[in-house]
T-cell receptor
Framework: DARVTQTPRHKVTEMGQEVTMRCQPILGHNTVFWYRQTMMQGLELLAYFRNRAPLDDSGMPKDRFSAEMPDATLATLKIQPSEPRDSAVYFC?????????????FGPGTRLTVL | KQEVTQIPAALSVPEGENLVLNCSFTDSAIYNLQWFRQDPGKGLTSLLLIQSSQREQTSGRLNASLDKSSGRSTLYIAASQPGDSATYLCAVVLTGGGNKLTFGTGTQLKVEL
């Protein structure tokens, strides 16, 4: 049963610290998405990759956030320096995208708390 | 900018009741629309996907309809069960939108015994 995995599941850190979140997409999927979920804003797309190349990161604060896919089995989202307003659940999703029937498969999320 | 709204924000029903969740979107040039389920502390699970050329999709007790011209979709749940309690989110992909999902605000459903 293939699944998207994310680590860590929970992270508590202090303001100003670097945070790295990792995602392992489902093997064979060509697209990886990063979303952020908060009570106030709901689910928002931060960035996504197609065949490891960044396609759109317009939803991401560029000054402190960065997203990469060093290889097909790993996507990372980094925040440096972190701020209390970054507290949220960060989801990674992957999909084999290219047709109108394609869906995305979500990981369990990383719950980030910045004190 | 596509905006997706869901009504009601929360719903509580007794077990066995049939119910309808509503989703509206502002841009009708959609590629597809999906309904997801989210359980507390968990990720999202895709329930139904409707292509822009389709009017509805069914899976078990779930039926989703799509009316692009009015910018609306509904998720019908028949004979609700306590296990259906979760947050339901609709999401749309715009034509030419690169498969980017724009999510609605969600409906939190509680089915009581």
């Amino acid at each position: 049963d293939a699944r998207v995995t994310q680590t860590p599941r929970h992270k508590v850190t202090e303001m100003g610290q670097e945070v790295t979140m990792r995602c392992q997409p489902i093997l064979g999927h060509n697209t990886v998405f990063w979303y952020r979920q908060t009570m106030m804003q709901g689910l928002e797309l931060l960035a996504y990759f197609r065949n490891r190349a960044p396609l759109d990161d317009s939803g991401m604060p560029k000054d402190r956030f960065s997203a990469e896919m060093p290889d097909a089995t790993l996507a990372t989202l980094k925040i440096q320096p972190s701020e209390p307003r970054d507290s949220a659940v960060y989801f990674c999703a992957s999909g084999l995208v290219g047709r109108a029937t394609d869906t995305q498969y979500f990981g369990p999320g990383t719950r980030l708390t910045v004190l | 900018k596509q905006e997706v709204t869901q009504i009601p924000a929360a719903l509580s029903v007794p077990e066995g009741e049939n119910l309808v969740l509503n989703c509206s979107f502002t841009d009708s040039a959609i590629y597809n629309l999906q309904w997801f389920r989210q359980d507390p502390g968990k990720g999202l699970t895709s329930l139904l996907l409707i292509q822009s050329s389709q009017r509805e999709q069914t899976s078990g007790r779930l039926n989703a309809s799509l009316d692009k011209s009015s910018g609306r979709s509904t998720l019908y749940i028949a004979a609700s069960q306590p296990g259906d309690s979760a947050t339901y989110l609709c999401a749309v992909v715009l034509t030419g939108g690169g498969n980017k999902l724009t999510f609605g605000t969600g409906t939190q459903l509680k089915v009581e015994l």
